[in-house]
Structure formats: C-alpha cells, structure tokens
T-cell receptor
Framework: AQKVTQAQTEISVVEKEDVTLDCVYETRDTTYYLFWYKQPPSGELVFLIRRNSFDEQNEISGRYSWNFQKSTSSFNFTITASQVVDSAVYFCALIQRNTGFQKLVFGTGTRLLVSP | GAVVSQHPSWVICKSGTSVKIECRSLDFQATTMFWYRQFPKQSLMLMATSNEGSKATYEQGVEKDKFLINHASLTLSTLTVTSAHPEDSSFYIC??????????FGPGTRLTVT
C-alpha cells in the first residue's frame, strides 16, 4: 500500500517568513518517486520537484528547498522568505515501482496563505 | 515540451445530460493517460488509467458506465460523464506520460451540473 500524509491542512504566514510544509509517506516498495506540486487558485498543477528513493540529497532551488529523509519517511518542503505569490495549495505525491509507476497517490494538500 | 491540454476548461450542463472532456498531449505521444477528480478543497483522486488502444482501468468505486473513457490515439483521451447529476460537479484533471514515471498534467476542466 502507498500513502501520503500532509498533516497541515492550512498554514498562514506573513510575507518574508519562512515556512515548512510537511510530508510523510508510506510504502513497502524500495523504488519510488516523490513529488511536490503547487496548485494556485486557477487549478492547474505546477510541478515543483521530483525525488527518487535512491537519492537522499537535499535540493535547493531559489527560495525553495526540500529535505528528503528515508529514515523518517519524510519529504518536507521549505519556502524561505515567503511571498504573496506563494499562496496556493501544495500537494506531496508518491508513485512506486510495484504499481508499474502507474498510480500517483496524492496527499490531502496544505493550503498556504501568505499575507502582505 | 510535454504540454497537455484539456477542453473545455469549464462546462455547465443540465442534470441528465452527458458531457465530454478532451485531453490532448500536444508535443508527445502518450502511451498512458490518467483521469483524476478533485472535489472542492480536497485532494486529487485517480479515477482511471487508459492505455492507447485498450480499455481503461478504473479505480475501485468509480462507475465505468458513468465515466466513459476512450483513448483512441496516442495524443487524445476523452472522458464522457453520462447522465450527469449535481454530485458529479467537480474539477477533472487529466495527465499523460510516454514511457517514464513522469506524468504531465492538463490545466483541468471544471464541471458544474445544474
């Protein structure tokens, strides 16, 4: 079975604050990929990052950074110096080899509201 | 590259009518396409997976006769909601892929059934 848990339903911050979105996953497979997507009010999913199960290196892209820790089955996402444009729903997702990489399972999402 | 379009972007229909949503891969050939449904303030749930030229595989709890999926070519999949009812109102998103795990998402179609 595969499962993704995003315990934070909604987070509100003031612009320029740092914010971390948590993602905990469950899988029995050894080969899997984790994703983060952003969904602005328009509804279109925006791909942010992909990580495979064999690469635990953290990644930084501008104000975004990701911390992947297999020991705790977590793939957390941090936005540094948040901006109003970061307001959106963020989804963490998992896909694994034993489904033929067919079934992408999403977490319930975290709504981020950044106020000026 | 890897652009997926959906048409229409939004549709309003009357209860009991059918509505068709198209999903196209614009710059690649999609061997597999996926359909998701998203209710307001909820997550995306996979409805079905379709491979070109074969019947779609539906997730548990999704009515095959209500949500007809056709994947007739490598660039087009359609989802037809038959005899739509207000509870079918939702945001429908398709995705497509070729031979990797990566799925490319369309912009979504908002269906409102009155």
């Amino acid at each position: 079975a595969q499962k993704v848990t995003q315990a934070q339903t909604e987070i509100s911050v003031v612009e320029k604050e740092d914010v971390t979105l948590d993602c905990v996953y469950e899988t029995r497979d050894t080969t899997y990929y984790l994703f983060w997507y952003k969904q602005p009010p328009s509804g279109e999913l925006v791909f942010l990052i992909r990580r495979n199960s064999f690469d635990e290196q953290n990644e930084i892209s501008g104000r975004y950074s990701w911390n992947f820790q297999k020991s705790t089955s977590s793939f957390n996402f941090t936005i540094t110096a948040s901006q109003v444009v970061d307001s959106a729903v963020y989804f963490c997702a998992l896909i694994q080899r034993n489904t033929g990489f067919q079934k992408l399972v999403f977490g319930t999402g975290t709504r981020l509201l950044v106020s000026p | 590259g890897a652009v997926v379009s959906q048409h229409p972007s939004w549709v309003i229909c009357k209860s009991g009518t059918s509505v068709k949503i198209e999903c196209r891969s614009l710059d690649f050939q999609a061997t597999t396409m996926f359909w998701y449904r998203q209710f307001p303030k909820q997550s995306l749930m996979l409805m079905a997976t379709s491979n070109e030229g074969s019947k779609a595989t539906y997730e548990q709890g999704v009515e095959k006769d209500k949500f007809l999926i056709n994947h007739a070519s490598l660039t087009l999949s359609t989802l037809t909601v038959t005899s739509a009812h207000p509870e079918d109102s939702s945001f429908y998103i398709c995705s497509a892929r070729w031979d990797t795990y990566e799925q490319y998402f369309g912009p979504g179609t908002r269906l409102t059934v009155t």
